[in-house]
């Protein structure tokens, strides 16, 4: 019987396989997917179960996977392998690979990228360390030459002399560039020799004898200035810094982060200030350098540190592409092994909710399956047996329900799948209730379209959604930010509503809010009258006749621009909003009759069903009659002339009449005869409908629960019976004597988790007649003011009707008309580019989600609340077991 009105016809089945077959078999279920295993072990901790040690293998396989997916992804130029990809394989990515091996070459894997990151850690770190302390070498000895020369004379009196030139930091005398050049030369080409002599023009050392002493490294830049504000106040201003910025930035090996830094030197006098100084560079973190005194040092040191550079980025290059040869192996066959594993998983932890027989040496499994697929379940239990050469048979049994409720299934396609999980997103139907999504197909577009109706509006949905389902096979393997996934997985709701919505936009007969004349209104304006005629009725034009053929659809493009327009769109939509709303809860109450039917529930049907359909047609059905004789009548026909009482009533008057006056109806108000009677009848018996749905339920269903409980006792025969087991052993007592291990099982066990729920529990309640009492109570009182409230709400539809046209009318007026009228062309320029940003942003984009969420909320609380979902959260959803749909969860979470 499955379909989506209602729920898949469902089967327990009782599943006996040998313990050889267990992993082949609950491999071969997973990869059919049609079966949902009942935890038989509910009992017992996850640590506690048998597999246990076996899943949390396989979770460490996962992490091992994680940790090679992110060194693949921390390598520059390699692409992210996605673990989610469909396998090679016929049959999965875990077809063929053994999970001991695959663990060991993981964890070999895992212990070569730890040793390898180790290691280029620790080259990353003497890398840097060799850069910096270049660095302070070369600023360093700037520092040194830059700075003023002091000398001493022969009679004791001090002369400063220039700095050294510009040239290398090494440069420097009164030689000039000449003298630069010579020591850059020497420099690179490894010469330690300097030239020295009294006034010479050779190289001049940086040398930095002095009194004061001094620190030299490397901080970083954005400690910069609280590390010279610190030093400041610590020394009390004695002591001279000086800091220069590296131009490269270099990656910190512990974070992977490019930190920008700065050379530094402190210089100061005295121990007392060396020992602060010291501790402050170490507060900071910053890393000091030796900046040797001898010039000769200083050269020797700034060359090795060259050469050492030179080798330590020849053996970073080396391990680079060792690392990346060794990670473009394993990315390509990631994927297989994540697959494998997963599979690998479910199958353990699927294995921990089935009960052993120690006995017969056969693993149970209590599984629910669609009743079509129970010959799929023989057939993979067949499959499972041969692939494992298990010698014991494997047996498929059918279980009654007992008082288990079986799971709710139904099968969807990507079209119903979205409007199935609009409705399971209020709750989840019970098993063979039935299922709003057929008539949200339908009645969800409508609303919405009839809130956001305009033919304009509806196109650019409806061509905004036909392209993504044009496209849908390519945007399914791309990767869609948040807004894009969401129409994606709504494309074909989309194509609904902006179709229903061009339909209801020639009904308003509107178009970015301007009325399209397609068939020629029928009115004409004269000059007898301010009020337009019909073009076939204005023999007299000063009678103001309307015509006697009507615009063949929707409403005439006169009245867009007539002055009594916004009155007669407001008076036609509020009664068409309490048509359809009305009409709406009454279907969903008639569906109420329709489950009470099918699960043969008399009590719901006759004191239920029959009171709430009484109660909503005799009162709002008969004010939606009311409005269609309204319409119906024709109050231009002469009789109706010639009568001073023919007036189009005021409904709201007449319904507060019927509550206030009944069995009294002004001449005014009257619409057909005996209508006073008529109203009277139907207030007495929307009034009796009242108790009848509150009383009879409790008392009927407190005597069923007692006849029930009598039957419940029943005298025992004789001392025998008192002592006969009640039920079955699960272990089998006796000897198997030549019958088959799975007979014996069968029986076994026949009563393993009949008569439990799925919290192991009897699933019985004991019957508390207040507590239903009260229950209905509260549902009887729900249900009359909430068809008073409920019958109000749905006036949003006459509200944001108006508001959608009146703000499509206000864009166009002011950001177009107006622009035009003014003859300026860079007003109608701008005023065409803000109508356009306008319209896309607030009327396709925010009126559409305000429409959408008024439609949904009159979907679920107007409508599905009379016959969706009353068993108050009894239902469960079917979850098979299924590889390919863990597959897709874990997709969607890493997405």
């Known amino acids: 019987m499955g379909s989506l009105f209602r729920s898949e016809d469902m089967v327990r089945l009782r599943l006996y396989f040998d313990r050889a077959a267990a992993h082949d078999t609950v491999d071969e279920l997973g990869a059919l997917g049609v079966v949902q295993f009942r935890d038989l072990n509910a009992g017992k901790t996850s640590f506690t179960r048998a597999f246990s040690g076996d899943v949390k293998a396989c979770e460490e396989m996962q992490r091992r996977l994680r940790y090679l997916v992110a060194q693949v992804g921390a390598t520059p130029g390699m692409l992210l392998p996605d673990l989610h990809a469909a396998a090679d394989t016929p049959n999965g990515g875990g077809a063929g690979i053994r999970m001991d091996?695959?663990?060991?070459?993981?964890?070999?894997?895992?212990?070569?990228?730890?040793?390898?990151?180790?290691?280029?850690?620790?080259?990353?770190?003497?890398?840097?360390?060799?850069?910096?302390?270049?660095?302070?070498?070369?600023?360093?000895?700037?520092?040194?030459?830059?700075?003023?020369?002091?000398?001493?004379?022969?009679?004791?009196?001090?002369?400063?002399?220039?700095?050294?030139?510009?040239?290398?930091?090494?440069?420097?005398?009164?030689?000039?560039?000449?003298?630069?050049?010579?020591?850059?030369?020497?420099?690179?080409?490894?010469?330690?020799?300097?030239?020295?002599?009294?006034?010479?023009?050779?190289?001049?050392?940086?040398?930095?004898?002095?009194?004061?002493?001094?620190?030299?490294?490397?901080?970083?830049?954005?400690?910069?200035?609280p590390f010279e504000r610190v030093l400041f106040r610590a020394t009390r201003g004695n002591c001279f810094t000086r800091f220069a910025d590296v131009p490269v930035a270099l990656v910190d090996p512990a974070t992977g982060e490019s930190v920008e830094k700065a050379v530094y030197m402190i210089f100061f006098s005295g121990s007392e200030l060396r020992a602060k100084v010291s501790k402050i560079i170490a507060a900071f973190g910053a890393n000091g350098y030796d900046f040797p005194e001898d010039p000769d040092q200083q050269v020797a040191m700034y060359e090795d540190t060259r050469n050492r550079l030179r080798d330590l980025e020849a053996v970073l290059d080396t391990t680079v592409?060792?690392?990346?040869?060794?990670?473009t192996d394993v990315a390509y066959q990631l994927p297989s092994w994540a697959d494998a594993v997963r599979r690998e998983k479910a199958v353990y932890h699927a294995l921990n909710s089935l009960n052993y027989d120690t006995s017969s040496k056969l693993f149970i499994a209590d599984v629910w399956c669609p009743a079509d697929s129970v010959d799929d379940v023989r057939g993979a239990l067949a499959r499972g047996r041969r692939r494992s050469s298990a010698q014991v048979p494997s047996v498929v049994e059918e279980r009654p329900f007992g008082s288990v409720t079986p799971p709710t299934y139904f099968r969807l396609n990507k079209f119903t799948a979205v409007f199935h999980g609009l409705v399971e997103s209020y709750a989840v139907a019970a098993y063979h209730e039935v299922n709003p999504a057929p008539f949200a197909v339908v009645l969800f577009p409508f609303l919405f379209a009839v809130m956001f109706g305009d033919v304009a509006?509806?196109?650019?949905?409806?061509?905004?959604?036909?392209?993504?389902?044009?496209?849908?096979?390519?945007?399914?393997?791309?990767?869609?930010?948040?807004?894009?996934?969401?129409?994606?997985?709504?494309?074909y709701m989309l194509l609904l509503m902006g179709l229903f919505s061009i339909y209801t936009g020639f009904i308003y007969n509107e178009a970015f809010a301007v009325p399209m004349d397609i068939f020629g209104s029928r009115w004409r304006y004269t000059h007898a009258s301010e009020m337009a005629c019909g073009i076939d009725n204005c023999d007299v034009p000063g009678l103001v006749r309307p015509p006697l053929a009507p615009y063949p659809l929707g409403f005439d493009p006169v009245w867009k621009g007539s002055e009594t327009g916004l009155i007669y769109f407001n008076s036609y939509k509020m009664k068409l909003s309490i048509v359809l709303g009305v009409s709406q809860m009454l279907l969903g109450i008639c569906l109420s009759y329709v489950n009470g039917r099918f699960f043969r529930n008399k009590v719901d049907v006759l004191y239920v069903f029959i009171p709430q359909l009484l109660f909503m047609g005799c009162l709002f059905g008969y004010l939606v009659l009311l409005i269609l004789i309204k319409w119906a009548t024709n109050w231009e026909a002469p009789a109706c002339l010639a009568d001073p009482n023919c007036v189009p009533p005021d409904l709201k008057s007449v319904l507060i009449n019927m509550f206030m006056a009944p069995g009294v109806v002004p001449a005014a108000g009257q619409l057909y005869r005996g209508q006073a009677f008529v109203q009277a009848v139907l207030l007495a018996i929307a009034v009796i409908a009242v108790p009848w749905m509150l009383f009879p339920k409790p008392f009927l269903l407190k005597r069923e629960a007692e006849r029930k409980q009598r039957a419940q006792y029943r005298p025992l025969n004789d001392e025998e019976n008192a002592s006969a087991p009640l039920v079955g052993s699960s272990s089998g007592g006796g000897d198997a004597g030549g019958h088959d291990k799975a007979s014996v099982a069968l029986s076994g066990s026949n009563s393993l988790a009949d008569d439990r729920d799925e919290h192991g529990g009897d699933g019985e309640h004991a019957f508390d007649f207040s507590e239903v009492f009260v229950q209905q109570m509260i549902h009887t009182i729900e249900f009359v003011l909430g068809a008073v409230s409920n019958t109000a709400s749905y006036l949003r539809l006459w509200a944001l009707s108006l508001a959608h046209a009146e703000l499509s009318d206000v864009f166009l007026e002011k950001l177009l008309f107006l622009p035009m009228e003014s003859g300026s062309v860079i007003l109608c320029i701008v005023g065409f580019f803000m109508w356009v940003s306008l319209t896309l942003g607030v009327l396709m984009f925010m009126e559409s989600l305000s429409a959408f969420l008024h439609a949904l909320r009159l979907m679920w609380v107007e409508f599905q609340n009379k016959f969706y979902a009353l068993g108050h959260g009894d239902a469960v959803k079917f979850e098979p077991f299924s590889f390919a749909l863990l597959k897709e969860a874990e997709a969607e979470a890493a997405a």
């Open 101 to 225: 091996e695959l663990n060991a070459h993981l964890t070999s894997l895992e212990r070569q990228l730890l040793d390898m990151n180790a290691h280029d850690d620790a080259l990353g770190t003497q890398y840097n360390a060799l850069v910096e302390a270049r660095y302070v070498l070369e600023k360093g000895a700037t520092f040194f030459r830059d700075a003023p020369r002091v000398t001493a004379s022969a009679y004791g009196t001090v002369g400063v002399g220039g700095g050294g030139a510009e040239g290398s930091p090494f440069g420097g005398g009164d030689g000039g560039g000449d003298g630069d050049a010579a020591e850059q030369s020497r420099l690179e080409a490894g010469g330690s020799g300097s030239g020295a002599g009294d006034g010479g023009s050779s190289f001049v050392p940086t040398g930095t004898s002095s009194m004061l002493s001094f620190f030299s490294g490397v901080i970083a830049r954005d400690r910069l200035a």
């Open 321 to 327: 592409a060792t690392r990346r040869e060794m990670l």
């Open 457 to 491: 509006h509806g196109s650019l949905m409806a061509l905004f959604a036909l392209g993504i389902i044009l496209r849908e096979k390519k945007m399914v393997r791309s990767k869609l930010n948040e807004f894009m996934q969401t129409c994606y997985d709504g494309r």
